[in-house]
């Protein structure tokens, strides 16, 4: 008979055997081994290091003479600091100057951008949708001249546009700036491409037997799966808008319409006048203060905006 500590000590479990060192470092050798490596290359390093500077070369300028007054603008070397650190001088001086008309521009960018950006965006997830999942006469030829409109540049059509707006009586108002921006054939064209691949037909079907109708089913499920090619389509527009001038400047003559771009301009030509102010100090401290809303806005969306631009690549 065993007693119950036999018993016990019979039933159990053998501890598991560590397995040697010697093992362990030939498994890790192999599976080393099996990765691929990263092969460097000298020539392709430094061939993407000059588009590198090339890019950064006007943001460093532009930061550095930001922080000069006017006198030492000129006056020093214009790849280094200068005596005195006026950014902040001049900073108050930009949302000051002509009754701090600045404040009133950067407003005026962000109501294009919130509209036309946005408007822009929305139009064609719509138009890119219902070309992608709806069959009607004279689909193909809709197709046809979106893609045509792709090669069109927009300062081809600012003239013509302007003519138009004219005869509507649209221009020097807002709306002559918000209408042309709800247009995108690009941002169609790349919805529409998405929009084939990425929302399943039996998706769509399933929504209309449960009795959802085709708005519905739009901004509830056909959005969500849009949502990257989304950012992407959303980030390039607001990009166009708020660095948009050709056009607010052959639309618009009221200053207190100006998107920062063009009042910026005009702080700038002013010097050339006798009677105006030469302000170069306060013209580079506002546009450093005008790529700030981009870099904030491409740090917030950089993940969804690279998925965006990968999408397609692969299938599964």
Same mark, same amino acid.
């Given at each position: 008979?065993?007693?119950?500590?036999?018993?016990?000590?019979?039933?159990?479990?053998? %501890?598991?055997?560590?397995?040697? %060192?010697?093992?362990?470092?030939?498994?890790?050798?192999?599976?080393?081994?099996?990765?691929?490596?990263?092969?460097?290359?000298?020539?392709?390093?430094?061939?993407?290091?000059?588009?590198?500077?090339?890019?950064? !070369?006007?943001?460093?300028?532009?930061?550095?003479?930001?922080?000069?007054?006017?006198?030492?603008? !000129?006056?020093?070397?214009?790849?280094?600091?200068?005596?005195?650190?006026?950014?902040?001088?001049?900073?108050?001086?930009?949302?000051?100057?002509?009754?701090?008309?600045?404040?009133?521009?950067?407003?005026?960018?962000?109501?294009?951008?919130?509209?036309?950006?946005?408007?822009?965006?929305?139009?064609?997830?719509?138009?890119?949708?219902?070309?992608?999942?709806?069959?009607?006469?004279?689909?193909?030829?809709?197709?046809?001249?979106?893609?045509?409109?792709?090669?069109?540049?927009?300062?081809?059509?600012?003239?013509?546009?302007?003519?138009?707006?004219?005869?509507?009586?649209?221009?020097?108002?807002?709306?002559?700036?918000?209408?042309?921006?709800?247009?995108?054939?690009?941002?169609?064209?790349?919805?529409?491409?998405?929009?084939?691949?990425?929302? %399943?037909?039996?998706?769509?079907?399933?929504?209309?037997?449960?009795?959802?109708?085709?708005?519905?089913?739009?901004?509830?499920?056909?959005?969500?799966?849009?949502?990257?090619?989304?950012?992407?389509?959303?980030?390039?527009?607001?990009?166009?808008?708020?660095?948009?001038?050709?056009?607010?400047?052959?639309?618009?003559?009221?200053?207190?319409?100006?998107?920062?771009?063009?009042?910026?301009?005009?702080?700038?030509?002013?010097?050339?006048?006798?009677?105006?102010?030469?302000?170069?100090?306060?013209?580079?401290?506002?546009?450093?203060?005008?790529?700030?809303?981009?870099?904030?806005?491409?740090?917030?969306?950089?993940?969804?905006?690279?998925?965006?631009?990968?999408?397609?690549?692969?299938?599964?």
């Amino acid at each position: 008979m065993l007693t119950r500590e036999q018993t016990a000590e019979a039933v159990r479990p053998a %501890p598991r055997r560590r397995a040697a %060192p010697k093992r362990r470092a030939t498994a890790r050798r192999l599976r080393t081994r099996n990765q691929p490596r990263r092969q460097r290359s000298v020539a392709l390093t430094v061939l993407m290091t000059l588009p590198l500077l090339y890019s950064l !070369f006007p943001l460093v300028w532009l930061v550095i003479n930001s922080t000069k007054s006017l006198d030492e603008l !000129f006056s020093g070397f214009g790849l280094w600091f200068g005596g005195d650190f006026a950014l902040w001088d001049n900073i108050v001086g930009v949302l000051t100057y002509d009754d701090g008309i600045y404040g009133r521009w950067f407003a005026n960018s962000l109501l294009y951008v919130a509209i036309g950006a946005g408007g822009s965006t929305l139009l064609a997830a719509l138009a890119g949708y219902g070309l992608a999942k709806f069959d009607f006469p004279g689909r193909r030829a809709v197709l046809a001249v979106v893609l045509g409109a792709v090669a069109v540049p927009g300062t081809a059509l600012a003239v013509p546009t302007f003519l138009l707006f004219s005869n509507m009586g649209l221009t020097n108002t807002p709306w002559g700036v918000l209408i042309p921006l709800l247009v995108t054939p690009f941002g169609l064209f790349l919805l529409y491409s998405y929009a084939n691949e990425a929302v %399943p037909n039996e998706v769509i079907d399933a929504a209309r037997v449960d009795g959802a109708g085709e708005f519905r089913i739009f901004f509830t499920i056909v959005l969500r799966l849009l949502s990257p090619a989304l950012v992407s389509v959303l980030l390039l527009e607001v990009v166009g808008a708020w660095n948009n001038y050709f056009l607010p400047l052959i639309m618009l003559s009221d200053p207190s319409w100006f998107p920062l771009t063009v009042g910026l301009n005009q702080w700038n030509a002013q010097g050339s006048s006798a009677e105006g102010d030469f302000v170069a100090h306060l013209v580079l401290t506002g546009s450093l203060l005008t790529i700030v809303p981009l870099v904030i806005v491409f740090l917030c969306l950089q993940r969804f905006w690279r998925s965006g631009l990968a999408a397609g690549s692969t299938k599964g």
